[in-house]
């Protein structure tokens, strides 16, 4: 087991890469966004690969799960690789209880509308923003402290 403070390029690379899948999950929120700012839409290229294997029908549950298995359970895995994807897990965890919360109780309550949107920009934009503080602090081999979250991971994490 690698000590808890060290780091190599590899797990700093696969630290990096497990926060595609809350980027992912926040891309269900960002069409408000991109119709508000359309020359912007061609930073989605490079994603769309990602996002058509993503949305294959329950492709998100088995990745979670080969996840948690795999890699947050193993200790053989660096505690930086488990840290930081537990914590992508949970991100994404989180962006589905928003979907259902969005889906089944605002969105038929607000029909549409300014506060709607605003609603998914900020979802949106919050997401971009844990993710690029997440993964620059993981490719200079720190831990990346979300409120919260993190507390959650280090309590799972050993």
């Known amino acids: 087991m690698t000590w808890r403070g060290s780091t190599t390029p590899q797990d700093r690379l696969f630290a990096c890469l497990v926060y595609l899948l809350p980027l992912l999950d926040g891309l269900r929120f960002a069409a408000p966004f991109f119709q508000q700012f359309p020359a912007l839409l061609p930073i989605l290229i490079p994603f769309q690969p990602l996002m058509a294997l993503y949305n294959f029908p329950f492709a998100a549950f088995i990745i979670f799960i080969l996840l ?58 919050g997401t971009v ?30």
């Open 129 to 158: 923003a844990a993710v690029v503080y997440a993964v620059v602090q993981s490719a200079l081999g720190r831990y990346a402290e979300i409120p919260t979250i993190s507390d959650a991971v280090y309590m799972q994490v050993r």
């Open 68 to 125: 948690f298995m795999l890699v947050v359970r193993n200790d053989n895995i660096s505690h930086f690789v488990r840290f930081n994807t537990l914590q992508a897990i949970l991100l994404g965890i989180v962006l589905s209880l928003c979907s259902l919360v969005m889906g089944f109780i605002l969105q038929p309550a607000l029909q549409g509308g300014l506060i709607l949107e605003t609603l998914f920009n900020v979802i949106f934009l």
